[in-house]
């Protein structure tokens, strides 16, 4: 068995997605679903139960016949999503600056999604 990625409680940004509208959606770990099948996985894999930070940006899932649903909760693969934990990019910021790496700040401008 493999390591997962998040834990319940985790605020994690989706990485990879089979529908390219769900990448870069930020979802918080609220439960469980285990290993079940997945789309096109040949096998079971790690799903957790997750609600978008957003109502702005749902989940699309794409059912059998083609057609899509927007939702704001739902399942999304252990391996489709990476965690965001504050503590964890200090440590990994004071390592940056261990290694004298320069850091930059960069101006941030907000984007509509279409």
């Avoid at 503590?87 to 850091?103: I, K, Q």
Wanted: glycine content about 8%.
């Amino acid at each position: 068995m493999s390591r997962l990625f998040c834990k319940v409680g985790d605020l994690a940004v989706t990485v990879e997605a089979e529908l390219p509208i769900n990448l870069g959606n930020v979802v918080k770990i609220v439960g469980v679903s285990g290993y079940q099948n997945w789309s096109t996985f040949g096998g079971k894999i790690f799903l957790w139960k997750v609600e978008v930070a957003s109502s702005e940006r749902p989940l699309v899932y794409e059912n059998p016949d083609g057609s899509t649903e927007r939702a704001l909760s739902g399942r999304v693969p252990d391996h489709y999503l990476r965690p965001i934990r504050p503590d964890e990019l200090e440590s990994v910021h004071e390592a940056d600056e261990d290694l004298g790496l320069p850091v930059r700040s960069t101006e941030v401008q907000e984007v509509e999604y279409v």
